[in-house]
């Protein structure tokens, strides 16, 4: 007896892990709209473009990390932390909690969760129309019509609202449900500040900066296995005009003019991100906002999972997890 047909959308974590959990009860089918996979996660040289971290208390992504044979090393906290105030710099102790960083960077998960797959995900393949009819689902893309027994989006909420039509359509409540659901990350825009050497750590600071002035607003320590750099979040506000510029003068007023000669500079708006964010997510969060929801469409067979959908530890790699683990439940 054949396997029945799931079809997945989206190459994140969430998307990739579900399709681990569930090829060997069904025919598994990724797409993503990207030409590459990973979602949120983005590397650049090494460099975690996207999410960085993972805490201690999230048991089901270490154990992942554990069972896929990574090897994680925890954020470097040690020194002095930096305020970039109006009237000057000033240096704190800060109270940060621990965390971890996957070795060779958070691209390293994708990685070996693809290497798992038994098909890989078809890139490029951006989905157009999911509809109903009979006991199946059409899934109409940019590359070809699939027709499938089941089907998990892990989409953004508000991309899946937006950038996808449903027949029959969505019911009221969900559609503004989800729309209302804020993208993770939708805001963000990081930068990764790279340089010959940790000269931070040499004049006994952590790399974390605060700052209301510069147009990054919080900055870390970010230096891999065989480089040093710093990363930072940029302000709401920061102007994208001689940005390059901006922010080494920034961090020449922080630390000196041993910060005024970056080896290379990289910069994600994930503003930007067409198939990440929308124009509802462009404003920052004021607070972490209360995720969770499972919820389904076309008589159960549509879930909508992703990380946003995870009840604890809804938005980050955590929730991922957790949403693809109740997905998979959920199926078999």
Known sequence: MKNKKLLIIGAGLSGLYSAVLLQDSYDVTVVEARDRTGGRIMGMDGHDMGPSWVWPHQKN???????????????????LALYDAPDGVQRFTPSTAPSYRIKGGISQLVDALEKRLKKSANLNE???????????????????????????????????????????????????????????????AKCVIEYPHA?????????????????????????????AALFGFLHSYAKYD????????????LH????????????????????????????PLREHPSYGFDVTHFDGKLIFSGTESAFREGGYLEGAITAAMRSASNLL
């Open 256 to 283: 000196g003019q041993n910060a005024a000669n970056p080896s290379k500079i990289y910069f994600v708006d994930w503003k930007k991100e067409t198939y990440t964010s929308t124009a509802l997510d462009a404003m």
């Open 199 to 227: 000269f931070w750590r040499e004049e006994g600071l952590s790399g974390f900066g605060v700052s209301h002035v510069g147009p990054l607003g919080e900055i870390h320590d970010a230096c891999t296995t065989d480089k």
């Open 242 to 253: 001689n940005l390059e510029e901006a922010v080494i003068q920034q961090l020449i007023q």
């Open 61 to 79: 992504i270490l154990q992942l990390i554990e069972r896929l044979e990574l090897e994680v090393f925890s954020q470097y906290t040690e020194g």
């Open 126 to 188: 951006k989905v157009l129309s999911l509809t109903q009819t009979n006991e199946m689902i059409v899934v109409k893309t940019t590359a070809k019509t699939y027709e499938v027994d089941k089907v998990i989006s892990t989409l953004p909420p508000r991309l899946a609202v937006e950038s996808i039509a449903y027949v029959p359509g969505l019911p009221e409540a969900l559609h503004t449900q989800l729309q209302n659901t804020p993208t993770w990350m939708g805001y963000s």
